[in-house]
């Protein structure tokens, strides 16, 4: 199986990671969502432990895949695309690959910071990087806020790309990170 994405393709691990960190992506966005819109108590806290468990599952996949996406050739883009589109496209899947390993960073931090424990799957407690600080929890609960919207914006201009790919300029970008062999 091919390993590592070449400059022709990508590898189908390049593939199967994307769509299950997008999904996992997703469902981080809802319960992070879900438990700013909520009042302390029992439940906003068990949304957040599972916010925090999956979120540290998420940080070991997605900074692997930020590694092979750094030092692997990235594949030609499909068509003659516009070389300012296709500089824009590549900052913006890089900003997409960095977010899921630091916003991790930062709830790991603003939790520590609020003396809340984050619990890796099979309940092991990680380590608090600070100790108690009301000011480290602001800013690194702010950060946390601004790097998620941020995080959403990029991720609506990378699907708006995908779109247009697909449905305006009918090439097999899309389908190619779908698996489907495309020949440049
Ligand atoms: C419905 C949601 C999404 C769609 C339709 C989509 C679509 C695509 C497509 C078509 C490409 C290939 C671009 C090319 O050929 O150059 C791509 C690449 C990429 N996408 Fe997405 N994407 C989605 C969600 C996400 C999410 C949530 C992330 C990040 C958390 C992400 C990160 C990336 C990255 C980093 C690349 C570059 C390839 C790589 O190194 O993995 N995408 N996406
Ligand atoms: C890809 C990874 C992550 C994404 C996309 C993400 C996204 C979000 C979003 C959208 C919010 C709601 C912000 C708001 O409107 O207030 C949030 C809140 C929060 N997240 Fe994350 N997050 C991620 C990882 C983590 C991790 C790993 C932790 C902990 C170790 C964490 C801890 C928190 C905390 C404590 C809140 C605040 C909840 C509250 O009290 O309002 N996040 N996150």
């Given amino acids: 199986m091919q390993m590592r994405d070449t ?15 997008a999904a996992a992506v997703s469902v981080m966005v809802w319960l992070g969502l879900s438990a700013g819109q909520m009042d302390a108590g029992a439940a906003k806290a068990e949304l957040i432990a599972m916010h925090s468990t999956l ?34 496209s590549r900052s913006v899947a890089v900003a997409l690959a960095l977010a899921p390993v630091l916003l991790p960073l930062d709830g790991w931090l603003a939790m520590s910071a609020a003396g809340d424990v984050v619990r890796l799957p099979g309940g092991i407690a990680l380590p608090a990087i600070v ?45 190619r990170m779908l698996g489907k062999r495309v020949e440049l």
Avoid: Q
């Fill in 55 to 88: 979120g540290t599952v998420l940080f070991v996949v997605a900074a692997y895949r930020l590694w092979a996406r750094l030092t692997s050739y990235h594949p030609l883009p499909v068509g003659t695309p516009n070389p300012i589109e296709v500089m824009i």
């Fill in 131 to 175: 100790g108690l600080n009301p000011e480290v929890e602001y800013v690194a609960r702010l950060l946390h806020k601004i790097g998620a919207y941020a995080f959403l914006a990029g991720l609506a201009l990378h699907i708006f790309g995908a779109m247009k790919n697909h449905f305006v300029l009918k090439n097999d970008t899309l389908k």
């Fill in 7 to 21: 400059g022709l393709g990508f590898s189908p691990i390049t593939i199967g990671l994307h769509w299950l960190i």
